[in-house]
């Protein structure tokens, strides 16, 4: 599985940002996709994720700032982002499971501004 996530750059606090992830490859195998973030000095937490029935996870932090969604196909997941704050500010990565292996895509800096 190939990831390829584009989106991502400055915005001011409040504002919102869309990062988009386009999968390839053996797409069917795949069970969720989502997208994680790291800030420097900090763990890499997930931020939302999907699965292939519609079900999605969020990091509390952003729940109800941000919405995660995808086509029924795994092909493709969104990040739509709301209301962001500077603590927002990090790499984003997608990222795609299959019952064996996780796959990653290129990471994507969101930085939000005060």
């Known amino acids: 599985v190939q990831l390829q996530a584009s989106g991502g750059g400055l915005v001011q606090a409040g504002e919102s940002m869309r990062l988009s992830c386009r999968a390839s490859g053996s797409t069917a195998s795949i069970i969720y996709l989502g997208w994680y973030r790291q800030a420097p000095g900090k763990q890499r937490e997930l931020v939302a994720r999907i699965d292939s029935g519609g079900s999605t996870n969020y990091l509390a932090s952003v729940k109800g700032r941000f919405v995660i969604s995808g086509d029924n196909s795994m092909n493709t997941v969104y990040l739509e982002m709301n209301s962001l704050k500077p603590e927002d500010t990090a790499v984003y990565s997608c990222?795609?499971?299959?019952?064996?292996?996780?796959?990653w895509g290129q990471g994507t800096q969101v930085t939000v501004s005060s």
């Open positions: 990222n795609a499971r299959s019952r064996q292996n996780h796959y």
